[in-house]
């Protein structure tokens, strides 16, 4: 992701109003089998929203992101909430410091800025030694479909009242990839519109690329489902998590 991330961090949660994270926190206490007292890794964590609804339910929460603005912002909102949750600023390819975690989590397409198939297999790799033997990650990708169809159907456009933005894509290089170009208007008190723009880069893989790096790394594969729901992945299907154990 490439722009100010000062200025994305500070639209980041009005933009993401329709992720349910509370979902994403129960899917994740299934797969651990309760969250009472165990380690939390959170890869990607940005504002903090899921590291929270995780802390919430009496998980050791580390949040882990490679912008200090997003950070600044996750760290406020768990200290308002009297939350105790440990930030590291660092990119998810290059984790360091971590071991003996129970539980890891890469949420909401994170893993698709980490655009090189060598580097989702080093960030993999870490997330596997960050594991204590028996842990789980779940995280979730774009599929192939959205990235190749859905995001193809540019310009989309946004506007509540506050924020607006034009949302442009053009297909990236890589197979399944796409360049996002996104120019936000954001209504100050005084009735004007500041304008700041955002470039983003992401790339996904098929479910046998993805099932390839996973058991090179060494994970078990339990389950792999789409959109929220507990069915198989299909053509159309738009998200698609993964459910893996060391």
């Known amino acids: 992701m490439n722009g100010s991330y000062k200025e994305f961090a500070t639209v980041y949660d009005e933009l993401m109003t329709d992720i349910p994270y509370d979902t994403y926190a129960e899917l994740i206490e299934l797969a651990a089998n309760g969250l009472q ?33 997003m950070l600044r912002v996750a760290a406020e909102r768990a200290a308002a909430l009297s939350l105790s949750i440990a930030f590291s600023e660092q990119p998810m390819q290059h984790l360091e410091g971590f071991t003996q975690f129970d539980v890891a989590v890469i949420a909401i397409d994170s893993l698709n800025y ?9 960030t993999l790799q870490g997330v596997y030694d960050a594991l204590t033997v028996g842990g789980v990650l779940l995280f979730d990708v774009h599929s192939t479909f959205k990235t190749d169809v859905i995001f193809m159907e540019s310009p989309f456009t946004f506007d509540n009242g506050r924020i607006s933005y034009i949302w442009e894509t053009a297909e990236g290089e890589a197979s399944h990839s796409v360049y996002s170009e996104l ?5 100050q008190e005084n009735g004007l519109y ?21 058991t090179y790394v060494g994970f078990s594969i339990e389950r792999i489902f789409a959109d929220w729901e507990d069915e198989p992945p299909h053509d159309e299907s738009e998200r698609i998590f993964f459910q893996v154990r060391k």
């Open 114 to 122: 980490v655009t090189e198939r060598t580097e989702v297999v080093q």
């Open 194 to 214: 500041r304008r700041f723009n955002e470039t983003h880069h992401q790339r996904t893989f098929d479910l046998h690329a993805y099932t390839e790096m996973l």
């Open 183 to 187: 120019a936000f208007f954001v209504r």
């Open 37 to 69: 007292g165990k380690k939390i890794l959170d890869i990607g964590c940005g504002t903090g929203q899921l590291s929270t609804q995780l802390a919430k339910r009496g998980g050791h929460v580390t949040g882990v992101d490679l912008s200090a603005d």
